[in-house]
């Protein structure tokens, strides 16, 4: 997915609109403010964060000084840094460095590209900036893009992944996979012994999806709905943390959201707005 500017999956600046909820609880209304454990902020500024709801935060480190995690920690907030392995955006001060690496446009995100995961030079930035945003203090990974290997699946692109997210692990932080149905399911849910090493998944539009075309937040088919709660199901089964991230104001998805998570031990959250600017 796309970020910083656009995206996790569109979202992030947008916290002082949202309806966000946690795991054992249920909103009352769409305007009551519902304190949560898992927040994802990784459009916004130190400045513009509000972290009196959140205990565990998703946030792009890249933009955040030492001192600025270290005073997050002081009120007792968990950070955890979006790192962006099977992608790149235009804006990214490295992007002119790396950019003979693309292997295609990443649809209906325009200034973000799809880059070969198996090169060894891709490979070794990732690893030398994942080290700078450990210096500043987090506490683990949200690593996007590990789809890449879905839209470009070959064993280069497989094992690529794998390079990165086992070199990831030296630094003994936390990862979190968002998305990655694929690539999770074959490194660690259809393997006889776990590929690679992670803590938990994080799940786009088990309930709600973008609609690009009309540039809307609509339900999730049925289909797709059922096929990532059976892909959850498996992931819990593996001993992994699951996490949910939607985008809806509508309160029945809402409530359903909420029960779901709540019968099943899942932390999620939920944003009203998306910015496609």
Not at 46 to 65: C, G, Q
Not at 250 to 255: A, N, T, V
């Amino acid at each position: 997915m796309k970020y910083y500017q656009t995206k996790l999956i569109g979202v992030l600046l947008l916290f002082l609109t949202l309806i966000s909820s946690g795991c054992g609880k249920s909103p009352e209304s769409e305007a009551e403010v519902i304190p949560t454990q898992y927040g994802v902020f990784i459009g916004a500024t130190y400045e513009e964060l509000n972290i009196s709801l959140y205990n565990m935060i998703v946030i792009d480190a890249a933009y955040y000084s030492k001192e600025e995690i270290a005073a997050l920690h002081q009120n007792g907030v968990i950070v955890y840094s979006y790192l962006n392995v099977g992608s790149i955006e235009d804006f990214r001060d490295f992007y002119l460095e790396y950019q003979h690496f693309i292997l295609g446009e990443y649809e209906d995100w325009p200034g973000e590209y799809w880059i070969d995961v198996s090169e060894e030079e891709w490979q070794n930035h990732i690893y030398e900036f994942a080290g700078e945003l450990v210096e500043k203090g987090i506490d683990g990974f949200f690593i996007d893009n590990t789809d890449v290997y879905y839209h470009y699946h070959n064993e280069d692109i497989f094992l690529g992944l794998i390079t990165i997210l086992n070199r990831l692990s030296e630094y003994e932080k936390e990862i979190l996979i968002n998305g990655g149905d694929v690539f999770v399911s074959e490194v660690i849910l259809e393997a006889a012994e776990p590929l690679i090493q992670i803590s938990g998944v994080n799940q786009e539009c088990v309930f709600t999806r973008i609609d690009f075309e009309n540039s809307e937040l609509v339900a999730q088919s049925k289909e797709d709905t059922n096929y990532y709660q059976e892909y959850l199901e498996k992931c819990k089964n593996k001993n992994l943390k699951v996490y949910l991230l939607e985008y809806t104001s509508e309160e029945i998805l809402i409530r359903n959201i909420d029960e779901y998570c709540r019968a099943r031990g899942f932390e999620y959250y939920i944003s009203s707005s998306i910015d496609l600017q």
